[in-house]
């Protein structure tokens, strides 16, 4: 009878397979650098995709900001043609009180005259604190860039182009002009021109 215990003590399996065991080594190794390899890979691939969120969310915050930057700069246009509007409405109340002004010029009736002149020069300080300027010129040279000839009337003493009488005030808002002022030009130089040298409009 076959003692299989005797016979299987006679064999050395690790001796026999020495060559196996290190492939098996070998293997093992490279299969740990490979493990690593790609833990490496997909520490970075994470980093790379938290990097890709922080780009996706910056380029979101860009559009957000540029549509921000565009709804606030429509704000202000639409505030400035208010701003636009209000001033030119207020120019049509400073047309009243320009006819009680001219009214009183050329109705001098002592105190009531003098009251009329004063208010007009102290709205003229008050409307200069809004950046509203008032554009008269009685008594300067015509400037076809502030002042509308009306009419004109030829007087040889005076000189050419100087402006005899301001009729209505023209009004600039902030270096822009509303208005040109509506102004009556002496003409003294004996030519046949007309009104048109003098921008009327």
């Known amino acids: 009878m076959i003692d299989f215990q005797k016979e299987l003590s006679k064999f050395d399996f690790f001796t026999i397979d020495r060559e196996f065991a290190g492939h098996y080594n070998e293997t093992a190794q490279v299969i740990d650098v490979f493990n690593v390899t790609l833990r490496r890979i997909g520490k970075e691939m994470s980093n790379a995709n938290i990097q890709l969120e922080e780009v996706l969310v910056q380029a979101m915050e860009e559009k957000e900001k540029d549509r921000y930057i565009a709804e606030q700069k429509a704000t202000i246009a639409a505030c400035e043609e208010a701003k636009l509007s209000l001033v030119q409405g207020l120019v049509a109340v400073l047309d009243q009180l320009e006819n009680i002004y001219r009214y009183a ?22 409307l200069l604190q809004q950046g509203i300027v008032r554009v008269e010129g009685e008594n300067t040279l015509f400037d076809s860039r502030l002042h509308s000839a009306v009419q004109v009337k030829e007087g040889s003493n005076i000189p050419n182009g100087l402006i005899l009488e301001v009729l209505r005030c023209g009004y600039m808002y902030q270096s822009r002009l509303i208005r040109k002022a509506q102004v009556i030009v002496n003409k003294n130089d004996g030519g046949s021109e007309g009104n048109e040298q003098y921008g009327r409009d």
Do not use: C, H, P
Request: hydrophobic share 35%; proline share 0%; net charge negative.
């Open 105 to 126: 010029l050329k109705n001098e009736r002592g105190s009531w005259s003098e009251q009329v002149q004063f208010l007009w020069s102290d709205t003229s300080a008050i």
